[in-house]
């Protein structure tokens, strides 16, 4: 059984990254990095979400009713 996978070319993202190390980025400027990258990607699922929300025409009241649902003993709340 051969489970060698060929490699993949690396995508315009990770290109990207990779220009920073080869300039040279500092701890402080990689956990900025790290940080604009985190609130962009949460900002494209929350409005991912909200799309949908509208979509599907839901409303605060059935948030609010998710929220306060009972779940059997062993499950996740």
Known sequence: MNT????Q????????????????IT?????????L???YFAESAMNSMDTFWDEQGLTDA???KWL??????GTAS
């Open 4 to 7: 060698f996978q060929a490699p």
């Open 9 to 24: 070319a690396l995508s315009p993202l990770q290109t990207e990254l990779l220009k920073l190390y080869a300039v040279g």
């Open 27 to 35: 701890n402080d400027q990689l956990l900025d990095v790290k940080r």
């Open 37 to 39: 990258l985190g609130r």
């Open 62 to 64: 059935d948030m609010d």
């Open 68 to 73: 306060h649902e009972e779940h059997p003993q």
